[in-house]
């Protein structure tokens, strides 16, 4: 398995939304802290990030903005613009809680997007991210994730048969290749987390062999002979990356994806304690509920409540 597409997969929730919004200045828009990670993309003209608690970011166009935290931020012609709450529809787009008539200044296009995602098990190669990730348009930078901007604000202008379909597809496309352009600009240069760690090919091999079969009863001598380092130098260079040691990283996500085994279906529960590495109930229960504060069952049914 892909670690980056796991680490999604752990926290997503629901669909994601995105609609296609013009605007002409002055306007503001402020969009409240939420459980989930959203963003925006200028497709014509200029315009401002305002993140809470931070200096004014400029956008021009081209521009990728990914927030992954949900902490709240507003986007506005002029970082002196007044704001207007903006609320999600049932659709899926945003609208402002103020009816204003169209100004008479310069109009932007952007897309704006966002995706639903679980806080109660983060990875933490979502939970390193910073505050803003800013991707500026660059002439052959990433053409991947431009490509695939284009084929959503396309979508989004012209919808078809399929739309519905297709929409989603190219949200989680998208939110992947701004991981993955962030993680390439920064992979050079970070000294530790998530970035130098999928960057530096030996833990990177034993990561995703631990998310390429959870279940198997991984030592750390079998890590860092896959690894290709003595067994010492391993556990260190893990350990200083990923934040915590191999086999604790293992245990979490065994029990993340014991998490998403019990949420997702009616997966049995001897089934779900051996595809998580355990070999008895017993065992499995004791560890979940460690880790969860319940039990297995209980966790399953809470979670079929809530949905």
Not at 66 to 89: I, K, M, N
Not at 275 to 292: D, I, L, V
Request: proline share 9%; charged share 20%.
């Amino acid at each position: 398995m892909d670690v980056v597409s796991d680490a999604i997969a752990a926290m997503r929730t629901g669909q994601p939304h995105s609609s296609r919004t013009m605007l002409s200045a002055p306007w503001g828009m402020r969009f409240a802290p939420s459980d989930g990670a959203g963003f925006h993309v200028v497709l014509q003209g200029s315009c401002w990030l305002l993140p809470h608690g931070r200096d004014p970011v400029p956008l021009a166009p081209g521009d990728v903005v990914f927030l992954p935290h949900g902490r709240g931020h507003a986007v506005a012609d002029d970082p002196a613009s007044p704001l207007a709450d903006v609320v999600q529809t049932a659709a899926g787009t945003w609208e402002t809680t103020e009816d204003a008539p169209p100004g008479p200044g310069p109009v932007v296009q952007m897309l704006c997007g966002a995706y639903r995602l679980s806080r109660g098990r983060a990875h933490p190669l979502l939970t390193g991210l910073p505050d803003v990730i800013h991707l500026p348009a660059r002439i052959g930078a990433h053409p991947a994730l431009r490509a695939t901007v284009d084929l959503l604000g396309a979508e989004l202008e012209r919808p078809g048969p399929g739309s519905d379909a297709l929409v989603p597809a190219l949200l989680d496309a998208l939110l992947l290749y701004i991981l993955r352009a962030w993680l390439h600009e920064h992979a050079g240069q970070a000294s530790a987390g998530w970035a130098a760690a999928l960057a530096d090919p030996a833990i990177s091999h034993a990561l995703h062999a631990l998310h390429d079969d959870p279940a198997r009863p991984w030592t750390v001598e079998d890590l860092s002979a896959r690894a290709g380092l003595s067994r010492a130098a391993f556990a260190r260079r893990f350990t200083t990356l990923v934040g915590q040691p191999p086999l604790a990283y293992l245990t979490w996500w065994r029990m993340t994806v014991a998490g998403r085994l019990l949420t997702g279906g009616d997966t049995p529960l001897h089934l779900v304690a051996r595809r998580s590495g355990y070999s008895s109930e017993f065992a499995f229960a004791k560890a979940f509920k460690r880790a969860f504060g319940i039990s297995p069952g209980r966790y399953r049914r809470g979670t079929a409540t809530r949905e």
